[in-house]
């Protein structure tokens, strides 16, 4: 199946410091991903959708300037995490769609944020 | 709106069956998926269904009824390491994910 990269797996970072997160396809274009945060016990929460080229779509409550999303290739997006503070510790995952297949979403193995 | 329901938890036998339910209401339909997830893990994906009947694979098999809004996945001879949260998402209209809360499965020896 394919391959989804998501770097890096875990990171520790200071608060009011800022931590970028990526996700690669590694054997596929991505025409659409996907960012999510989990809170322990808690299902996946989305939180914006980024299809390459354009701006990232967010969903309610998230905020845009926070959360900073760009995806500017087919095969990369990246998630940058601006002025972080111990309430955004979590676990973040990306996912990603192959072109026009919608049957499948590939993940990344996710990173683990703690801010200290 | 839209809504997921699937047990919190359940707790099995290892060797035996174990059955997990969803019900779903969404605005649109375009298929149902369920997800392993380990904790500390991104979610692997398990099965999709978007046609009602029973899609078999291996020890797993999916369950749809879009009439009932419904779907179960059924775990056979489990093993130890089918010990997981069990996640199911259904692809709406506009074919974003709608995730349940997960089912936190215990097995037990």
């Known amino acids: 199946g394919a391959v989804v990269s998501q770097h890096p797996s875990r990171v520790i970072c200071k608060s009011g410091t800022s931590v970028k997160i990526e996700c690669r396809s590694l054997d596929f274009q991505a025409t659409t991903m996907f960012w999510y945060r989990q809170f322990p016990k808690q299902s996946l929460m989305l939180m914006a959708t980024?299809?390459?080229?354009?701006?990232?779509?967010?969903e309610q409550g998230v905020e845009k300037d926070k959360f900073l999303i760009n995806h500017a290739s087919l095969t990369l997006s990246t998630l940058t995490v601006t002025s972080a503070h111990p309430e955004d510790s979590s676990f973040y995952i990306c996912?990603?769609?192959?072109?026009?297949?919608?049957?499948?979403?590939?993940f990344g193995q996710g990173t683990r944020l703690t801010v200290v | 709106g839209q809504n997921i329901d699937q047990p919190t938890e359940m707790t099995a036998t290892e060797g035996a069956i174990v059955q997990i339910n969803c019900t779903y209401q969404?605005?649109?339909?375009?298929?149902l998926f369920w997800y392993q997830q380990h904790a500390g893990e991104a979610p692997t994906f398990l099965s999709y269904n978007v046609l009602d009947g029973l899609e078999e694979k291996g020890r797993f098999s999916s369950f749809l009824s879009r009439s009932k809004g419904y779907s179960y996945l059924l775990l056979k001879e489990l093993q130890m390491k089918d010990s997981a949260s069990y996640l199911c998402?259904?692809?709406?209209?506009?074919?974003?994910?709608?995730w349940g809360a997960g089912t936190k499965l215990i097995i037990k020896p």
């Open positions: 998402a259904v692809s709406d209209s506009n074919y974003q994910l709608i």
């Open positions: 969404t605005s649109g339909f375009n298929g």
């Open positions: 996912s990603a769609l192959e072109g026009g297949r919608h049957t499948e979403a590939f």
């Open positions: 980024s299809n390459e080229g354009s701006k990232a779509t967010y």
